[in-house]
């Protein structure tokens, strides 16, 4: 059976027209959903925490490769 919208629920709920277990089935119905985004959040968190360090590190070994090439090249640094 579908879930029924929460805030449809709430209406139907506030003007009695739905029973006790229906809404708490909906509700456990509700619960699951919210929890398996939560735990696709929780996953994609993660993995732009992990591109972060990586995008991180890329940009330190570049500084340190663009610093060495202009000590290499005695290039006159110039102001932004």
């Given at each position: 059976?579908?879930?029924?919208p929460?805030?449809?629920?709430?209406?139907?709920?506030?003007?009695?027209?739905?029973?006790?277990?229906?809404?708490?089935?909906?509700?456990?119905q509700?619960?699951?959903?919210?929890?398996?985004?939560?735990?696709?959040?929780?996953?994609?968190?993660?993995?732009?925490?992990?591109?972060?360090?990586?995008?991180?590190?890329?940009?330190?070994?570049?500084?340190?490769?663009?610093?060495?090439?202009?000590?290499?090249?005695?290039?006159?640094?110039r102001?932004?």
């Amino acid at each position: 059976m579908d879930t029924i919208p929460a805030k449809k629920l709430l209406d139907e709920w506030e003007q009695e027209q739905l029973t006790v277990d229906v809404a708490t089935r909906h509700t456990l119905q509700h619960l699951e959903s919210l929890h398996k985004t939560d735990k696709q959040a929780n996953i994609q968190r993660q993995q732009i925490i992990t591109a972060l360090g990586e995008i991180q590190t890329s940009l330190r070994s570049l500084r340190h490769d663009v610093d060495a090439l202009i000590a290499h090249t005695s290039m006159p640094l110039r102001e932004a």
